[in-house]
């Protein structure tokens, strides 16, 4: 029913609207035309109501129904963010204009963010590095947690829970404002068991292995998260200091830590929702100041942060080759302080014109300990500048150019084993995983576009360059990644990696017909990634680090028509084809390429303000054989959803409650971006999840 319905939907378009709405992303009237005219490139702006509607466990896996946007699925309560299937250090994610800086290689853990603290998100798909510098190469996640409050005093309390990992959890918030001083404060605490999947067994090298209950042992975890803010707001002066705290605690799959652990004492199975080794425990410390100046012509912000991460991984101790038992439990150790400044000024020149002007410098030091090793102790220094012009030929017609000049210098310190491996025969001696090495980098990037309206209208295009300073696990790793099975080896000659793009948008809104459709295309002249090899080291499969010339296009697009005033529906999808240029994987794909997925979806109001809603949704993803050797492919799949939520007013408070199951026939499939598939563990099993929220 829902495919005749969409189809007559493009031909039933009616009288114009001022609103946009595609599925609560976008929304309030002229408001939705201006954010897209701010910028030529693909935009999209997420309220809080949506987040809290499709609350689907992590804040990535809550925006995965956006199109071009995955969740890379790391456990049981952990996610990582991927735009246009480029994720890790090569997309940025910003906490109140501050990038978030943790071990973004790290493939197995999440954004040290709390979602239930998140006021609004701004989505750039696409290359930012004009603004945003290094790493927001395939786009930016902006989030935002320092709305102001209006009243003496106000808060919120959530309660929530999924039903796959027996997830439970809470979060409050506190707020006021007096005169011109305000404050908030958050705290939110999480607690899960091992997560299930719709299987009883594995395979992991020829090994079968049983699961208990179809659990993948030793997956539980726990998160505690707090904030305070306190802050001053003038007509003409503002400023704010923000002080936050993320830990978090989680078991890290244990047979997929090595084949050793058939042999371990630990007894997995003896509960569900114990924490065993190996394990690994994240601490992110960020503190912030912003500070903001404006008058009629111009307005002048600067940002100072400093952010600490500290993150622990636990392992039994057992030798590896020539690696005698170690002392102690804890095989890494990475302490990676980050201090940030930047200055922005904008001016408007006359009523049309408006010049923007940035300056960002970020110094990173990361140490390391444990009796493993991956990468090495570094110090990073990237500082940047750049200038903005945006003109309104008319208020229908925007034009904008920009360039910017970033420099880079690396530091990267020498490691030897503390332990004697054989050179000879007759002579050991302590091997040396990373050599001494400075790497100065440095680069210019430039962005131009336009932005056109005309009633129901909304065209868009960008052109730019960006690039991607290369990071010292790129640089100089020399290890075993025990979490996604291969030994890694750095390359200490890559260059900076450059891309170029070109991107549309195209915006079709009448009073009950939401059209979108954004098409790209990308070439990197010098792409860096993991290329396997047939070599093995250490029983591990060797992957090094290489660059290709790489081309890359794709599209997303979205169709949502009102039927009546009681239902919607809509379809939306995306699909992405890379392809290596050069290089030993000529004519390859590139690792884990997201396969094409297509969603159709019909929704029932309860009433026009929408303060209810029930829907169902299909999504369906397609095979995936366009792949780099050794992997495997990927076969097609679909699941069935269901989302509703309901507001109810409680005297001068509101009650809100948010529904969300996936995988509702609990279908047994794998994505072909998760490193667990490597070893034969599917996607998780039906998960209901469930929020319920009281506003005061």
């Not at 509960?271 to 690994?280: A, E, F, G, H, N």
């Not at 038992?325 to 302080?337: A, M, Q």
Request: contains cysteine; hydrophobic residues 35%; proline residues 4%.
């Amino acid at each position: 029913m829902i495919i005749p319905l969409l189809a007559a939907a493009l031909f039933s378009c009616a009288e114009p609207d001022s609103a946009v709405r595609l599925d609560d992303v976008i929304v309030i009237g002229n408001a939705a035309r201006e954010f897209q005219m701010r910028s030529s490139q693909t935009a999209l702006q997420i309220n809080r109501d949506y987040i809290d509607n499709n609350f689907s466990g992590s804040l990535m896996q809550t925006l995965e129904g956006i199109p071009g946007v995955k969740a890379m699925s790391i456990g049981s309560g952990q996610s990582k963010p991927i735009i246009r299937g480029l994720g890790f250090n090569r997309m940025a994610v910003t906490e109140n204009g501050i990038k978030h800086e943790g071990q973004q290689w790290g493939d197995d853990h999440g954004l040290e963010i709390d979602q239930f603290n998140v006021d609004r998100i701004e989505l750039i798909k696409g290359p930012a590095t004009l603004k945003y510098g290094s790493d927001a190469i395939g786009g930016v996640i902006n989030l935002y947690n320092n709305f102001i409050p209006s009243v003496p005093f106000e808060g919120s309390l959530n309660v929530f829970g999924r039903s796959n990992n027996e997830q439970l959890g809470v979060s409050a918030k506190i707020g006021g404002r007096k005169g011109r001083v305000f404050y908030r404060a958050n705290i939110t605490l999480l607690d899960y068991a091992d997560y299930k999947v719709p299987t009883d067994s594995i395979q992991y090298y020829s090994y079968y292995i049983r699961l208990k209950d179809k659990r993948l042992r030793n997956t539980a975890g726990c998160e505690q998260d707090g904030s305070v803010m306190l802050g001053y707001m003038g007509y003409r002066f503002q400023s704010y200091l923000r002080i936050s705290d993320s830990y978090s605690k989680s078991g890290f799959f244990a047979n997929a830590h090595g084949l050793e652990v058939r042999l371990s004492e630990i007894d997995y199975d003896r509960s569900r929702r114990d924490i065993d080794l190996p394990y690994q425990s994240v601490n992110h410390l960020k503190v912030l100041n912003h500070t903001a100046w404006n008058n009629e012509r111009i307005s002048l912000t600067a940002d100072l942060a400093f952010q600490n991460n500290l993150r622990k991984e636990f392992s039994e101790p057992v030798s590896h080759g020539y690696m005698p038992i170690p002392d102690g439990t804890l095989e890494r150790c990475f302490n990676k302080s980050t201090y940030t400044l930047s200055l922005g000024a904008h001016l408007s020149l006359t009523e049309r014109n408006e010049l923007q002007f940035g300056f960002n410098s970020e110094y990173q030091d990361n140490n390391r300990k444990g009796w493993g090793f991956i990468i090495p102790d570094f110090e990073t220094l990237c500082s940047g500048v750049f200038v903005y012009d945006q003109y309104k030929i008319h208020d229908n017609l925007i034009l904008n150019a920009g360039a910017r000049f970033d420099a880079a210098h690396t530091h990267i310190h020498s490691y030897y084993d503390w332990f004697l491996t054989p050179v000879t025969d007759d002579e050991w001696d302590f091997m040396q995983r990373s050599t001494e090495l400075k790497r100065r980098f440095n680069s210019v990037t430039w962005s131009a576009g336009i932005s056109y309206s005309d009633k129901a209208w909304i065209l868009k295009a960008n052109i730019g360059k960006a690039f991607r300073i290369p990071i010292p696990k790129e640089l100089g790793a020399n290890g075993v990644n025990y979490h996604i099975f291969r030994y890694e080896r750095g390359n200490n000659q890559l260059n900076p990696e450059e891309s170029y793009q070109l991107d549309a948008s195209v915006i079709y809104n009448k009073k009950k017909c939401v059209v979108q459709f954004d098409p790209y295309i990308n070439y990197f002249p010098n792409y860096i990634y993991l290329s396997p090899t047939a070599d093995y080291v250490e029983g591990l499969q060797l992957y090094h680090y290489t660059q290709a010339k790489v081309l890359r296009y794709g599209f997303e697009m979205q169709l949502n028509y009102k039927i009546n005033k009681k239902f919607e529906t809509e379809l939306k999808g995306e699909y992405l084809y890379a392809e290596q240029k050069s290089g030993d994987k000529k004519g390859y794909t590139l690792p884990f390429s997201v396969p094409w997925s297509v969603d159709t979806g019909l929704k029932y109001l309860f009433d026009s303000k929408n303060n209810g809603f029930v829907g169902l949704n299909a999504h369906v993803v397609g095979k995936q054989n366009e792949i780099v050797p050794p992997e495997e492919p990927t076969s097609g799949y679909w699941t069935l959803n269901l989302t509703a939520g309901k507001q109810f007013m409680l005297n001068k408070n509101i009650l809100k409650v948010a529904f969300h199951a996936n995988n509702l026939l609990n279908k047994r499939y794998y994505d072909h971006t998760s490193y667990y598939r490597l070893i034969d563990v599917p996607e998780p099993g039906r998960n209901i999840s469930m929020m319920i929220g009281l506003q005061f």
